[in-house]
């Protein structure tokens, strides 16, 4: 009987005469009061794979890609039989399942290697993970991605008196496609980048000339330069409207950008990106590039004249010769002086024009020194308020202005004391006015 079953399954599964032939013997077999082992006739495994989630990318993206494995193999016939014993296996089941994603002809990259699912019964799902790199610049489109998958099955069972069971498995291998979509995007390509005015401690512009080497037609664009992490480049001006940006299509856009006075002359990075709207008109932006900026080195300065020699109680005109030993012009520069005790002035600011690298001029200061001064070198601190090329005000670091003070021994120290200054001159004043009165007389 159970060979006729075997006979009727595999001749016309699923018709509907073998189905009521065999309904009519495993019925008759149901009927028996003994207990019965039972043995599938027919089925096997039949797999499909579908993506979890969206299937829908953009060139450049890194993606983690879960396919599901779906196994919805069913058995059309079971034999039910006392003399029968219970296979273990069900042929829908696939066993050992590996999975494995290959690229196809799409323009990606799969990092992970085949997937060890584990044994997949029917009516059952797995997932299989897969890093996925979809390459930048890769063209907009629908491709299919060949899935691989290798089982093993069992194909047939044969029951050897009195109580022992051989089973004959298969190993198959099968490839379903899995279909992904490349979404059209922009990728900023930039072609020239310059700075202009752009030193430590100023502000300049960055030139840039930027193509869209994208497969999107970006409408209303709107380009944008932000800082790159703690790069000392801070854009003043960050966004610049573009308008319709289609593939292949060139901008050229210029930014304001200023730059910390604690930067080197190098190259330093901005970021750039594009805010648009896509053929659906959705608001999009595009991965952001990283931009080299070239930038010159600080305006400086420094004191080059020799120290200034003073006596205590002297009152006098120090010149002060400071050099511009930056990289580019100060405009409209004027040098100030902070006199501390035992120092004064009122006149502590002196005005040096436009000085370009290497140039150099002369400020001249009046200064009074205390008469109880020490008699010792002494460092005053001196800073240059300047105009950069774009007018904007900049400050020097600070610079030390150097005075020796100096006793004066002897004749000349007496005579250059204050006090005997002005009764010297409060006895020639007596003198002059006493001989002036007696010529009068004696006219």
């Known amino acids: 009987m159970r060979e006729n079953l075997r006979m009727i399954a595999k001749i016309a599964p699923g018709s509907g005469i073998a189905a009521l032939l065999c309904v009519a013997l495993l019925g008759a077999l149901l009927a028996a009061p003994v207990t019965a082992g039972e043995e599938y006739l027919y089925g096997n495994p039949k797999l499909g794979v579908t993506i979890s989630g969206t299937n829908e990318f953009s060139p450049g993206d890194d993606v983690s890609l879960a396919v599901k494995v779906q196994n919805t193999g069913t058995y ?13 296996d069900n042929p829908t ?24 699912v584990g044994d997949l019964t029917g009516g059952s799902t797995a997932t299989a993970t897969f890093t996925v790199s979809i390459a ?7 491709y299919e991605l060949p899935v691989r998958m290798q089982y093993t099955y069992l194909e047939d069972v044969e029951q050897l008196p009195p109580d022992t069971v051989r089973y004959y498995y298969t190993d198959r291998e099968e490839t379903i496609p899995l279909t992904i979509r490349i979404k059209p995007d922009v990728e900023l390509g930039v072609t020239e980048a310059t700075s202009e005015h752009l030193n ?3 502000e300049g512009y960055l030139n840039l000339r930027v193509r869209n080497d994208g497969t999107d037609d970006a409408r209303n664009a709107v380009m944008k330069l932000s800082r790159n992490d703690d790069s000392p480049l801070v854009p003043t001006d960050s966004s610049i409207f573009i308008g319709n940006y289609p593939p292949g299509a060139e901008a050229s856009v210029r930014f304001k950008v200023s730059v910390s006075s604690n930067a080197e002359a190098q ?15 959705n608001s999009a932006t595009s991965e952001t ?3 080299g900026v070239p930038v010159g080195g600080k305006i400086d300065f420094a004191v080059v004249s020799e120290p200034t020699r003073v006596n205590p109680g002297q009152k006098v005109v120090i010149p002060v010769e400071i050099k511009n030993t930056g990289a580019v012009t100060a405009y409209n520069a004027q040098a100030r002086l902070s006199a501390v005790d035992p120092f004064t002035s009122n006149d502590d600011t002196a005005y040096l024009g436009d000085l370009a690298p290497g140039e150099s001029a002369v400020a001249r200061f009046e200064i009074t020194v205390d008469s109880g001064a020490t008699a010792k070198s002494y460092g005053l601190d001196s800073e240059v308020r300047y105009r950069d090329a774009l007018d904007n005000t900049q400050i020097s670091d600070t610079m030390k202005v150097d005075i020796d003070v100096v006793s004066v021994d002897g004749l000349v120290g007496f005579l250059s004391s204050p006090i005997v200054l002005s009764v010297i001159i409060a006895l020639i004043i007596g003198a002059g006015y006493y001989l002036l009165k007696m010529r009068r007389k004696e006219a």
């Open 76 to 88: 059309d016939v079971k034999l039910v039989q006392s003399t029968l014993l219970t296979t273990g």
């Open 200 to 202: 430590v401690g100023t």
């Open 267 to 281: 190259s330093y990075p901005v970021d750039l990106s594009l805010e648009y709207l896509d053929a659906d008109g």
């Open 93 to 116: 089941t696939a066993k050992l399942l590996r999975v494995s994603l290959l690229p196809g002809s799409a323009p990606i990259t799969v990092k992970t290697d085949t997937q060890m």
């Open 136 to 142: 930048r610049g890769a063209a907009a489109g629908t």
């Open 289 to 291: 590039v990283t931009v």
